[in-house]
Nanobody
């Protein structure tokens, strides 16, 4: 059972920063596109950031300019640097991996890490 492990969540005030980390097994990491999603109470899970296996990144509008996704292939980790946090950023943040070297594109998830931003 492949498992991703997130860390770095916590309680911060509006305007502060947090850095999330996600560790993945080496057997899948380098050949996976990695994503961060989040889910606020009562809302659907939404994409926060994407980094491809080749290092390309993409963000939805709400994350542009505030969030930065990066990866360290030597450590098999992906990171999400979140700056200028807002109360609307509160939610559980999930790490996701999609293996792109297999035709079935298997997908893996972490358990999530809670981020709470107080006003």
């Amino acid at each position: 059972q492949v498992q991703l492990v997130e860390s770095g969540g916590g309680l911060v005030q509006a305007g502060e920063s947090l850095r999330l980390s996600c560790a993945a097994p080496g057997s899948i990491f380098s050949r996976s596109n990695m994503r961060w999603y989040r889910q606020a109470p009562g809302k659907q899970r939404e994409l926060v950031a994407l980094i491809t296996a080749g290092g390309g990144t993409n963000y939805p509008d709400f994350a542009k300019g505030r969030f930065t996704i990066s990866r360290d292939n030597a450590k098999n980790q992906v990171y999400l640097q979140m700056n200028s946090l807002k109360p609307d950023d509160t939610g559980v943040y999930f790490c996701n991996a999609v293996r792109i070297n297999l035709s079935t594109r298997p997908e893996y998830w972490g358990q999530g890490t809670q981020v709470t931003v107080s006003s």
